[in-house]
């Protein structure tokens, strides 16, 4: 379509990045990632909102909305046709946009604070209740078999969650993602018109269970992270599916990494390449090299990590793909070297560590503000064993400062490390600061 091309040679993940500065420079703020890239060229976004119409406006002065290959806002049925009524458009918010179909709408509902208006999730009528037991068809298929707005709207679950949990992190987004999960299975149970919409089900709610593991995970919840990891595989297996078996596998690597099993970290993470051999996406196998290489560390075997590090970054300067999974759009050079920062620090090589995790602070983009505070705890960590308490500090400040924004137990978890590896410093007013502070969060939390 028109929009692909004027992407041009750029990635789904470069262009984006393009659209937010365009947004910046007018003024506007949008959340606009490779995800949603994907789905404008997809035609699942037929018009954008009014926010996303005056950045794309700004981008290519000249054209009109059809010109860049949208549909006229007239046509589009839904909010985005009711607003040409002449009412002032309301602001972009993470669960409210003109562009998002009605189904998707009704699905997602906020209310109360900011941050944990984004996390709030309620299913009403059209898609089944959270409550309705997973052994019988939900009240929807009585009437109507289940087509193609459902498979949309868990399509579009599993992209809302993705978005909240880079902005705010895992803790307040776990328990109420489970229901979207539980309702994408109740519809699966439903029945539906087509096999291609089965299919659609399938991957979508793979994909969820994959979403709620890893809130689970972040969480410090790794037994609830297994058994959905471990349900989104079983899936995967039933359909055949080799792009959600590897990132089930994926996903389960990091993981056992975490849990304290290396092993079956790096069995899972071979498992998952085997799974990607079917798939023509460099950056894929770079990541899930990645994955093996954190498990080899956790071994303290140096020689098996440094020669997986080594392919990870060789198949990564092969560069993007359009075969590169969706839910991927994180993974770009800072991620690369957050993960091998990782690794060092599970090796015991503190500086090395340390070099690797200030690239990945500097390297990250501002939208993914959960993993700027991971690496910027990770990078504090690493100087604190590096011998450079103060810097050390400073780096953990930052990090604490972030965890303001973003509600993960595991990135607390690594600073109440990095305190404890500060305190011998204490004499040192900016590791003094530092550890008042972080006492005083840790009594208000």
């Known amino acids: 379509m028109a929009f692909r091309q004027l992407r041009g040679q750029r990635s ?6 393009a659209v937010r500065r365009a947004a910046r420079e007018i003024g506007e703020q949008v959340a606009c990632d490779a995800r949603y890239i994907g789905r404008v060229e997809a035609g699942e976004i037929r018009c954008p909102n009014y926010a996303y119409e005056r950045v794309f406006r700004h981008m290519f002065p000249g054209l009109a909305l059809t010109g860049m290959g949208f549909s006229p806002r007239e046509t589009v049925r839904g909010r985005g046709a009711r607003a040409t009524s002449g009412a ?3 602001p972009e918010t993470c669960t409210d946009s003109h562009e998002e179909s009605d189904v998707l709408r009704r699905a997602f509902i906020t209310s109360g604070s900011a941050a944990m208006a984004a996390t709030t999730l309620s299913w009403t009528p059209a898609i089944p209740s959270a409550r309705t037991p997973a052994s019988r068809p939900p009240a929807l298929a009585a009437h109507n078999r289940v087509g193609e707005p459902e498979a949309s709207a868990v399509e579009a679950a599993v992209r809302r969650i993705r978005l909240l949990d880079d902005r705010h992190g895992a803790d307040g987004l776990y328990r109420r993602a489970a229901q979207p999960l539980r309702a994408a299975y109740a519809l699966l149970d439903a029945g539906a018109q087509r096999q291609s919409v089965t299919d659609r089900l399938h991957a979508g709610a793979g994909e969820l269970a994959i979403s709620v593991g890893w809130l689970a995970h972040d969480s410090g919840r790794f037994a609830d992270a297994r058994s959905y990891y471990a349900e989104a595989l079983a899936t995967s297996r039933v359909t055949g599916d080799a792009a959600l078996e590897a990132h089930a596998f994926c996903n389960t690597a990091f993981l056992a990494r975490d849990a304290g099993r290396p092993r079956e970290a790096v069995r899972a993470a071979q498992a998952a390449q085997r799974a990607a051999k079917q798939l023509a996406s460099p950056r894929l196998s770079s990541l899930l090299a990645l994955r093996e290489a954190g498990g080899w560390a956790g071994l303290g075997d140096r020689a098996g990590c440094e020669e997986t590090l080594h392919r990870a970054q060789s198949l990564f300067g092969r560069g993007a793909s359009g075969d590169d999974p969706e ?4 993974y770009g050079e800072a991620e690369l070297e957050g993960l091998e920062a990782q690794c060092w620090s599970a090796l015991g090589d503190w500086g090395r560590a340390a070099r690797h995790a200030r690239r990945a ?5 501002p939208h993914f503000v959960r993993n700027i505070t991971l690496f910027t705890t ?21 990090a604490l400062a972030l965890l303001g924004r973003v509600r993960s137990v595991r990135v607390r978890g690594m600073l109440d490390e990095t305190a404890l590896a500060l305190r011998p410093h204490r004499g040192l007013a900016s590791v003094g600061a530092f550890l008042d502070r972080h006492a005083r969060a840790g009594q208000s939390a």
């Open 327 to 330: 839910w991927m759009s994180f």
């Open 361 to 365: 602070v500097t390297l990250q983009d």
């Open 378 to 398: 990770e990078l504090a960590g690493d100087l604190a064993r590096s011998g450079a308490p103060e810097e050390a500090a400073e780096a953990a400040q930052r």
């Open 88 to 90: 002032p458009p309301a």
């Open 12 to 17: 789904p993940g470069e262009f984006a990045s």
